[in-house]
């Protein structure tokens, strides 16, 4: 069977209908908090995101990147790969040209196998249940030789417990099993979305069924006395913060 006959069986039922329709106002809403700065988004990105990303993609200068879940295309302009794609589940109006986008779905990816040098899922794995069509897809179109780089908001991040004064959360879900956290806002503005948690292990051990080889894997904690000092106001969130727990984690998976 080709590839293309499969992605495009795979398309018709993994899409959700409920994301697709909320995810442009979101993305939209996402952006703002982070070009205003009005929450901590802009801090998040700019201290946990961008360098843990930059540092594990490494030179790209002469290598074909893609970067699914672009937003626009920020990691693109940091990292500036020879050649650069782009892709999102919504359209991207204020992407440039040069990182040719394209509306897709890291879960049913067109590419051709074996394509990219550099394959990036930056905070795209949390938002659906398929996590095994999403790696496969990936493994499929990155090159042997090459890696793909996932970040994510690291799972114990979501406690599902409320906070005491000296941000001490109580554990009220079974952290040892999947569940969904439904009508999730983003830095608690962006949104409503349904959030799929599962263990972490869940990650690394569908990367290895699949094929990729784990080269290393980070965690990003807050620095809380940074964290004061450099968002806006203050701590400005309608998220309780701490850095007691990892907020990001970062998995390099190489393909050989």
């Not at 550099?118 to 398929?130: N, Q």
């Not at 908001?153 to 005491?164: K, L, Q, S």
């Not at 004061?228 to 400005?236: C, D, E």
Request: charged share 25%; net charge neutral; proline share 4%.
């Amino acid at each position: 069977m080709s590839h293309n006959r499969t992605i495009q069986a795979d398309k018709s039922s993994v899409r959700d209908a409920s994301c697709l329709e909320v995810w442009p106002k979101t993305a939209e809403t996402y952006s703002q908090l982070i070009s205003n700065q009005s929450q901590d988004s802009h801090y998040l990105r700019l201290r946990g995101l961008k360098p843990n990303l930059l540092r594990m993609i490494g030179d790209c200068s002469e290598k074909r990147l893609l970067d699914i879940g672009c937003s626009n295309g920020w990691l693109l302009d940091e990292v500036k790969p020879c050649e650069g794609y782009s892709c999102d589940i919504v359209g991207q109006p204020d992407i440039q040209s040069k990182w040719k986008f394209q509306v897709q779905d890291i879960r049913s990816l067109s590419y051709l196998d074996n394509f990219f040098d550099v394959t990036v899922a930056s905070l795209v794995l949390i938002w659906f249940e398929e996590l095994d069509l999403a790696i496969k897809q990936m493994y499929r179109v990155t090159k042997p030789g090459g890696k793909a780089v996932i970040a994510m908001v690291h799972p114990y991040f979501y406690r599902v417990g409320n906070a005491d004064d000296n941000s001490n959360f109580l554990i009220s879900k079974d952290l040892s099993k999947p569940f969904k956290i439904q009508n999730l806002k983003i830095g608690g503005v962006a949104g409503p979305l349904t959030y799929f948690y599962r263990p972490f292990t869940d990650y690394l051990n569908t990367c290895i069924r699949t094929g990729f080889r784990i080269n290393q894997v980070l965690d990003w904690f807050i620095d809380m006395e940074d964290y004061a000092q450099n968002t806006k106001n203050g701590m400005n969130s309608n998220i309780t913060r701490s850095g007691k727990v990892p907020m990001y984690s970062f998995i390099e998976c190489l393909k050989e």
